[in-house]
């Protein structure tokens, strides 16, 4: 019987002793890496200073302020702490991103220091140490293997392969090339040993990795602003300008017209609260934050807020196929035996056909029992499915002998010995054409074979050959070969769809978003899974070398046509996605590996998996799927497109109530009139306004066809000209009507105070009129109101009751200085306000029903 233990004495191989181990610590520091300086609160301060929105904030605040207004000013002078809350939180993200890294790639390690076997902490290993791995293991560090036995290597954070791949002992190849590929003689650091052992010999600790080169792309990438940020910052950069060197002139002119500066003062603070449109940001921060906090209730958690609405904007998914589009969890798809071929179903219920029986049986005796190996798990589950009430399963039986793989033939065999105690039985798996080697099959059923496993091969599963054999005697023999094998049939393994997967994808195309797969699987596979799940492809793929090959301008004009990427390494993802972006595409990417982590970080929108993903890729990413869901991104979508309508709706508002304020603001001061306005009106119209614009837009439901409508173009604005041209053509006709009433009443001669009530209240009405219209522009507001919204109608009403109050109350008349406007005044109010904003809705109806939210 040959010797069943195969390890290979380690005290042979001596090791580092301290002294070298101190030099080289020295020399190349610890296996880790380093830490970024963390910046300061001081500079995250200097740095949010600078920002228009949060200059717009303090002043804005500081009218407040000045007017004794404390609860306006401090609610804006709050948003200022969100405002470097968000920008401290993003200067952390790349800390812990690269903290997360640095934890993945230093575990524990088995070496050989001198002359004996020690468990150090990963961050101890040094470049020429001698480490010892096993089934279970993490790799601590870049290493060339000397020995192993059966040794396999699951790569898939680095490679993105979804099967484990063989490792072999080295045999002086020299440089080590990228991670993936079977029969290498390197492991990686980081990577996980599913099945066998191995000793190796360190040759790159810490950044000299494959991990630490990653690690330092991520550090080096910036985490740009999304196009929505930049559009409102220079909306907020224009109007703040314009409305601050307006009020100035009106400060300066309105009082040396009437010779009182305080009045001038007044005046202008006036005009600058009534111009300001400190909406804007309020209005940004609430609605995305609202959107992550609706999303987080479909299991799509918001690292990076604005990256809710961009998302909606997306033109390119680009989807990491192994735990993205596929479950990273093999499972038998198919079985082959006596030239018949059988699709496993996923019900355990489905019987399985007797004469696959004794395919499967050998399978799993020539597998562990309880395996870490992907392959064998699923052998092991399918048994326990479709054998479980059979005489197929022997948990009795006892193991007696293994032979391992080997680098001459790619098969295994386990030995077992029956209860009785009299017969061994020999179960083989392994390579195809290892397991035809070993039955000895003739030319004729080896091709039959041959053109089997091509076509399992060509479904993109991953084949085993099994075959099993008798014997009797009490000695084994030394090799594998010496059995009499019996050929049983084969078994194709795949990792399987995501159920969800097909329907996502289908609505993504239909929502004019291009899904483009990126592995570092084989192309074969990968055209399979495209297959599967609907993916609109040629047929074409570019492989990894072609990518190497081509140059950046090459690169770019590919991808126009090209969704299948196969064989990719991580910084190709990078220059993918890169330029995916260069073409002007607004790109997501989902990944749930420590390979995907600066692809989903150069990417508009990063996407990882909650549930398999890894830290790194989680602190990468703009957004998290806690449940692996992909047909959640769908969702998240969909969410993004309506924030983006909703947007545009409450700032078409802000536009256009906020002309008719100013205009009322400026005109009699133009014309040497006392103001009709004072802040007191304006802070009023600001308490309909702000709720208004940050919560009856932010909960009104989506449009319809929201998904069946092509993402908006990268240079598409927020508001676009024709938006502009409308939302102030809306706020010049509130003005003009208001003005009417005011001109009208005070020619009647019923005094200052009457006219400022009538106008007050023409005011509001409107204001709730415009509220009512823009809800959307292409229904009526009488369509509207079919669609419920469970924030217009307090706040219509709530508008209301006040007004009412500061109309009718005696204290609240004097602070507004009003007088009691009768009924007959109040209807023609009422009419005033419809009538203002009565020609939007017919236009509606004369352009007809059109696409969703404002163009």
């Known amino acids: 019987m040959p010797p069943t233990d195969t390890t290979v004495d380690v005290h ?25 300086q963390r910046t300061s609160l ?11 929105m949060f200059i717009l904030l303090v002043t804005c605040g500081v009218l407040y302020l000045v007017l004794g207004e404390m609860e306006e000013a401090l609610m804006l002078l709050g948003f200022v702490f969100v405002v470097m809350g968000i920008t401290f939180y993003q200067e952390r993200k790349t800390e812990r991103a690269l903290e997360a890294l640095r934890d993945l790639s230093s575990p524990r390690a088995l070496v050989v220091r001198n002359g004996a076997k020690a468990r150090i902490p990963g961050r101890e290993v040094v470049r020429d140490d001698i480490i010892l791995i096993a089934e279970g293991d993490r790799v601590p560090a870049d290493a060339e293997l000397v020995y192993t036995v059966n040794l396999s290597v699951d790569e898939s954070l680095l490679t993105g392969e979804s099967v484990p791949v063989r490792k072999r002992a080295s045999k002086g190849e020299g440089m080590a090339p990228a991670p993936g590929g079977d029969g290498t003689p390197f492991v990686f650091s980081g990577t996980l040993v599913t099945q066998g052992q191995g000793i190796a010999r360190v040759f790159a600790t810490g950044l000299g990795t494959e991990m630490g080169r990653i690690g ?8 740009e602003d999304t196009l929505l940020q930049r559009e409102t910052a220079r909306i907020v950069r224009v109007m703040s300008a314009a409305g601050l060197l307006l009020c100035a002139i009106v400060a300066v002119g309105y009082g040396a017209m009437i010779n009182d500066w305080i009045k001038g003062f007044l005046a202008g603070l006036t005009l600058a609260m009534a111009l300001l449109p400190e909406e804007f940001p309020v209005v940004l921060t609430v609605f995305l934050a609202l959107g992550a906090w609706r999303m987080s209730r479909r299991n799509v958690l918001t690292r990076r807020v604005p990256a809710v609405e961009t998302l909606g904007s997306a033109t390119v998914l680009c989807v990491d196929k192994t ?16 030239g018949g071929q059988h699709r496993v179903g996923a019900a355990a219920d489905e019987p399985l056909p007797e004469g696959l029986h004794e395919l499967v049986e050998y399978a799993i005796l020539a597998s562990k029992r309880n395996p870490f190996d992907p392959m064998e798990k699923a052998l092991k589950r399918l048994g326990e499915y479709k054998l479980s009430d059979t005489e197929h399963l022997h948990g009795d039986w006892e193991l007696i002998h293994e032979y391992p793989l080997s680098e001459d033939l790619l098969a295994m065999s386990r030995v077992w010995q029956s209860p009785n105690g009299r017969d061994y039985v020999i179960a083989a798996k392994g390579a195809p054409e290892a397991i035809a080697d070993l039955c000895h099959l003739d030319g004729q059923r080896k091709r039959a074979m041959d053109e089997q496993v091509a076509r399992l091969a060509d479904d993109g599963l991953r084949v085993l050959g099994v075959a099993h054999a008798a014997f009797s005697t009490t000695d084994l023999p030394d090799g ?9 049939g084969l078994i194709g393994l795949a990792d399987p769809v995501r159920p969800a997967v097909p329907a996502a994808v289908a609505e993504c195309r239909q929502a004019g978003v291009r899904v483009v797969m990126i592995t570092g699987d084989y192309p074969g596979t ?40 196969a064989r990719v390494v991580p910084e190709q993802k990078l220059r993918i996605v890169t330029a995916f972006k260069a073409n002007g595409d607004i790109v997501a990417m989902t990944g749930d590996g420590v390979n995907d982590a600066p692809a989903l970080k150069a990417a508009h929108i990063g996407i990882a998996m909650g549930g398999r993903g890894t830290d790194v890729a989680r602190e990468a990413a703009s957004l998290v799927l806690v449940d692996d869901d992909f047909s959640s991104i769908v969702a998240a979508i969909r969410m993004g497109r309506r924030i983006f309508d909703n947007l545009k709706k409450a700032m078409s508002y802000i536009v256009a109530i906020h002309v008719p304020i100013a205009g009322i603001s400026l005109l009699p001061l133009l014309l040497g009139l006392p103001p009709v306005l004072a802040p007191v009106h304006i802070v009023f119209l600001e308490l309909i306004i702000d709720p208004a614009c940050s919560i009856v837009y932010e909960v009104e439901p989506e449009e319809a066809g929201v998904m069946h409508r092509p993402p908006r173009k990268l240079g598409e604005p927020l508001m676009g000209r024709r938006t502009l041209m409308l939302s102030v053509l809306q706020g ?31 005011l509001v009405v409107a204001n709730l009129g415009l509220i009512v219209t823009n809800r959307s522009w292409s229904r009526t507001a009488l369509a509207m109101l079919r669609t419920p919204n469970a924030a217009l109608y307090p706040v ?13 109350v005696p204290f609240l008349q004097d602070l507004f200085a009003f007088n009691t406007l009768h009924l007959p005044d109040a209807v023609i109010c009422l009419v005033s306000g419809i009538v203002s904003v009565l020609w939007f809705e017919i236009l509606k109806l004369v352009h007809g029903r059109k696409h969703a939210a404002p163009a």
């Open 480 to 488: 594998q070969h010496d059995f009499d094998f019996e050929y049983l």
């Open 796 to 808: 219509v009403f709530g508008a209301v009751a006040v007004l009412a109050a500061v109309l009718y």
């Open 12 to 36: 042979a191989l001596a090791g580092l002793g301290d002294a070298d181990v101190a030099r080289r610590i020295a020399r190349d520091g610890f296996n880790e890496l380093p830490s970024l």
């Open 732 to 762: 010049l006709i509130v003005l003009v009507i208001t003005a009417i009433v005011h001109v009208i009443t005070m020619r009647l001669g019923r005094g200052e105070a009457e006219a400022r009530a009538l106008v007050f209240t023409t």
């Open 323 to 338: 735990g993205t589009l596929t479950q990273n969890a093999m499972a038998v798809n198919t079985l082959v035996a006596d």
């Open 526 to 565: 990968a055209l399979n899974i495209a297959r599967q799940i609907g993916l609109a492809t040629d047929g074409t793929v570019i492989t990894g070398d072609e990518l190497a090959g081509m140059t950046d301008r090459e690169l770019r004009e590919r991808v126009r046509a090209v969704t299948i990427f």
């Open 216 to 223: 330092k792309r991520l550090a080096t990438l910036e985490i």
């Open 42 to 52: 001081l500079a995250i301060v200097i740095n949010v200073v600078r920002e228009p």
